[in-house]
């Protein structure tokens, strides 16, 4: 059975006892690839790292994480600008807006977010989306740049339904993870109204791990919980969801 963890931040600090034996546990359990988004500059030198320890398993995105937009939001926005011209890279993300924690930075956040997004369409590359108490305003952003070139993944979907249908009305297809096995959670409730073909499985480790470990760490062998509620709610096998998500996230990817 192959999984695919299409959103784990591999390199952060919450790993630097145990990452070797943390990422072989999820190569244990069948994870073959780990799509990892950036946060800032400061992680660039840490993600090149693990990309050049784990070349086959690990793929790289560039971007500013919409929490990380403060005032110098204009010098981390010239690192990704000038990374996606020296390399390439899986995806731009994470990228959004994250109004969760303050207002403070919110046209700065929507500033960095359309522009990011317009650098992914020119290098036709998929978009990693984090939104926080965000939707009309992401989806605000996304309606200006709605187009065949749009595409990429809506991470960490805990929306309703309708915005569900939204974000898949901008080639988007929802990154679920242990949000979907908590008992508040409600995705759960109309995740099955949703085509499996527009699903892509995540842990965003080392956050949101899910049940039974909520609270605690999280990791990406963790994506095989994941895998069982989803199963569970479409009434599917694990082997079957495993196989459709992971030909979701490689058709995201162009990994076939």
Not at 45 to 61: K, N, R, T
Not at 142 to 147: A, C, I
Not at 233 to 248: G, R, S
Request: with cysteine; glycine share 6%.
């Amino acid at each position: 059975m192959q999984l695919i963890d299409t959103h784990t931040h591999l390199y952060v600090e919450a790993f630097d006892k145990d990452r070797d034996e943390m990422i072989e546990r999820a190569l244990e359990i069948g994870v073959s690839d780990f799509f990892v988004p950036a946060i800032d500059s400061t992680y660039t030198e840490g993600m090149f790292a693990l990309e050049s320890q784990y070349p086959d398993q690990v793929h790289l995105m560039t971007g500013v994480h919409p929490t990380h937009i403060k005032n110098n939001y204009r010098e981390e926005l010239a690192h990704v600008s000038s990374l996606l011209k020296s390399r390439s890279f899986c995806a731009v993300g994470e990228i959004g807006i994250d109004l969760y924690w303050d207002k403070i930075f919110i046209k700065e956040q929507q500033e960095a977010f359309d522009i990011q997004i317009q650098w992914a369409k020119d290098h036709k590359l998929p978009i990693v989306i984090h939104c926080r108490d965000a939707f009309d305003e992401v989806f605000e952003v996304l309606e200006g740049h709605k187009s065949e070139e749009l595409y990429g993944i809506f991470h960490c979907f805990t929306g309703t339904v309708e915005q569900a249908k939204q974000a898949l009305s901008y080639n988007l297809k929802l990154g679920i993870g242990g949000v979907v096995t908590f008992k508040n959670g409600k995705i759960d409730q109309f995740l099955n109204k949703i085509p499996l073909s527009k699903i892509v499985l995540e842990t965003d480790s080392p956050y949101l791990a899910p049940i039974p470990n909520r609270g605690k760490r999280n990791e990406s062998s963790y994506i095989k919980q994941v895998a069982e509620k989803v199963a569970a709610i479409y009434d599917l096998t694990v082997e079957q969801v495993a196989e459709q998500t992971t030909k979701n996230a490689f058709e995201v990817f162009k990994l076939i």
